[in-house]
């Protein structure tokens, strides 16, 4: 276990270090609020986040995992599957589930009280894709092993899938200037950052699509998908229209911001 944290760590922080790098050097907007006041906010959300998960429930996925197999509980363990097959399967139930849970994350209240605060960011870099509310990790956490017991999820595959989907958030969050040949080419199987970015647009038809973070193919079977902003990439709002000015979304009134009246 300790070998594959630091895999998934190593692999975090390698997809990380390579974004902010290419988003310094050639960026895809100009910025205009810069990192010193957006990046603390996030990053200190990445740390508290980090730190809750490994002091209570870090490895319960993986673990998860392995007790299904074990007690040969969910769907894919009621099958002598090969190997290879169990993966594919397990990594894009996974990644379905996610997509649902996303689109649930905005349609249901009670989510979206928790998830609008990964939206208040006014510009989206690679820090956008730590921004995110405890409760809501913690949410997404007992939903992910939910899922892993009904679908008997395959071990190696959900630390796959930790690391694939960790590594295309960090990747389409970034603000990395993409060109337009290569976006094109690889928006008809990933969510890229043009693709993402539309979604943390403040108009509400766009938020209301791209809920994917991995691949495109969800999005497109069940017509989520925008290819589009109604402004320009470099020129659409990003956030939400009830929070504008960045004294609005500091740390502790985001850590608080669910348990507000409506
Ligand atoms: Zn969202």
Redesign the pocket.
Known sequence: MQTLDLIRLSTAIGIFTLMISWEYFSPRRQQKINRQQRWPINLGLAVFNMLLMRFTVGGIAYLSAVNAVDQSWGLLNQFALPNWLVVIVTLLLLDFAIYCQ?VL??KWKLLWRL?QI??TDLELDASSALRFHPLEIVISMAYKVMIIYLIGANPFAVILFEIILNGSATFNHSNINLPEKVDKVLRRVLITPDVHRI?HSTVQTETDSN?GFSISLWDRVFKTYCAEPQKTQTTLDIGLPQFRKQDQVGIIKLLLLPFKGS
Do not use: K, L
Request: glycine letters at 0%; hydrophobic letters at 0%.
């Open positions: 996303h994350s905005h998830h990964h939206h979604h809920y």
